[in-house]
């Protein structure tokens, strides 16, 4: 029985690709390149500043001017954080019948706390979540469970009483190596040619309300 609902945040809970897309679309502005469409950054939305610089600059972290990019798209993100992202939709209604079921939720993302809390706070959910674990609250972020036992301490619940939804492998292999149950968000942001069935989780759903039908499973 699901005592707990975790959720990912960016590509689960929240729709922030398009912010997150602004500021990718920013910095290359600032080097002189076109913007880069929604839908070519939306299945990187997931993966941080890492991917999307990656994607926008086909650069990796070890290169000279990796630092400098990435500054100046975290200190964009910083002020834009929350100007056009929203629930996903569905989401609103999840946490309403979650909280009438009794049932506490929280986040679980390896977005940084810098972002995670006031991004939140925007979103007018951060009071409501019985925990907010970001990338950097424990020393090992996902893919590794530790976040995810955090999180189970700090609801006083046992991990396999805990449902974790997220749009990411890594997602599903911490949930699964914390001895979760996990879902796939396939609304979320998963490539095309993603096999999902290599994932292991334990479901997909198409819709956040879905997710309700695998709480007493």
């Given at each position: 029985?699901?005592?707990?609902?975790?959720f990912?945040?960016?590509?689960?809970?929240?729709?922030?690709?398009?912010?997150?897309?602004?500021?990718?679309?920013?910095?290359?502005?600032?080097?002189?390149?076109?913007p880069?469409?929604?839908?070519?950054?939306?299945?990187?939305?997931?993966?941080?500043?890492?991917?999307?610089?990656?994607?926008?600059?086909?650069?990796?972290?070890?290169?000279?001017?990796?630092?400098?990019?990435?500054?100046?798209?975290?200190?964009?993100?910083?002020?834009?954080?929350c100007?056009?992202?929203?629930?996903?939709n569905?989401?609103?209604?999840?946490?309403?019948?979650?909280?009438?079921?009794?049932?506490?939720?929280?986040?679980?993302?390896?977005?940084?706390?810098?972002?995670?809390?006031?991004?939140?706070?925007?979103?007018?959910?951060?009071?409501?979540?019985?925990?907010?674990?970001?990338?950097?609250?424990?020393?090992r972020?996902?893919?590794?469970?530790?976040?995810?036992?955090?999180?189970?301490?700090?609801?006083?619940?046992?991990?396999?009483?805990?449902?974790?939804?997220?749009?990411?492998?890594?997602?599903?292999?911490?949930?699964?190596?914390?001895?979760?149950?996990?879902?796939?968000?396939?609304?979320?942001?998963?490539?095309?040619?993603?096999?999902?069935?290599?994932?292991?989780?334990?479901?997909?759903?198409?819709?956040?309300?879905?997710?309700?039908?695998?709480?007493?499973?």
């Open positions: 029985m699901i005592e707990a609902v975790l990912d945040l960016d590509g689960t809970f929240a729709d922030t690709a398009p912010d997150l897309a602004a500021a990718l679309n920013h910095v290359r502005t600032l080097h002189n390149l076109p880069l469409p929604i839908e070519a950054i939306r299945p990187q939305a997931s993966h941080g500043s890492i991917g999307l610089l990656k994607l926008g600059f086909n650069i990796e972290p070890d290169a000279p001017n990796f630092a400098s990019l990435r500054e100046d798209f975290l200190n964009y993100y910083d002020t834009h954080i100007v056009h992202t929203t629930l996903f569905g989401m609103a209604q999840l946490i309403e019948a979650l909280e009438h079921r009794r049932l506490p939720w929280g986040i679980v993302t390896n977005k940084p706390h810098r972002f995670t809390l006031p991004l939140m706070q925007a979103l007018g959910y951060a009071d409501r979540a019985a925990c907010l674990i970001s990338g950097d609250t424990c020393a972020a996902k893919p590794h469970p530790d976040p995810l036992l955090k999180a189970s301490e700090l609801m006083h619940i046992a991990p396999q009483h805990c449902l974790y939804l997220g749009d990411d492998k890594r997602d599903v292999e911490a949930g699964r190596a914390a001895g979760m149950k996990t879902l796939i968000a396939r609304y979320g942001y998963i490539a095309t040619q993603e096999d999902l069935t290599t994932w292991q989780a334990h479901g997909t759903i198409s819709s956040p309300m879905e997710l309700i039908a695998h709480l007493a499973l």
